[in-house]
C-alpha cells in the first residue's frame, strides 16, 4: 500500500511518507486514511530501530468481506418477511 508512517507524539501529528517516492519529503498530517480494497494477508514491521527487541516488531493485517454482517443482514430480512407472512395469515384467517 506504499505507505510508512511515524507518529509524533510533541505535535500530535503524523509524519507520512510514501516508500517509492523516495526523493519526496515526508508530510506532517493530522490523520490517515486507509482503504483496504485488496483482500489477503499483508505483513508489516517496525521501521525505526527503538530497541534489542526491534527485529519482533512485526505484524499482520487480515483483509476480508464482512461476511458475518451481511450474514446477520439476511438473517434479519427473512426474519421480517416470514414475521410479515405470519401475520398476513392469521389476518386473513379472522375474515
Known sequence: YDIDAKIVPEYSKVE???????????????????????????????????????????????????????TGVGLAIGLIIALFVMLGIKNTSKN
Open 16 to 70: 507520512l511518507r510514501r516508500p517509492s517516492r523516495p526523493k519526496d519529503q515526508p508530510e506532517q498530517v493530522e490523520e490517515i486514511t486507509f482503504t483496504a480494497d485488496k483482500e489477503g494477508k499483508f505483513r508489516y514491521r517496525c521501521s525505526i530501530t527503538c530497541g534489542s527487541m526491534h527485529p519482533f516488531m512485526l505484524g499482520e493485517m487480515i483483509v476480508s468481506p464482512n461476511r458475518p454482517f451481511w
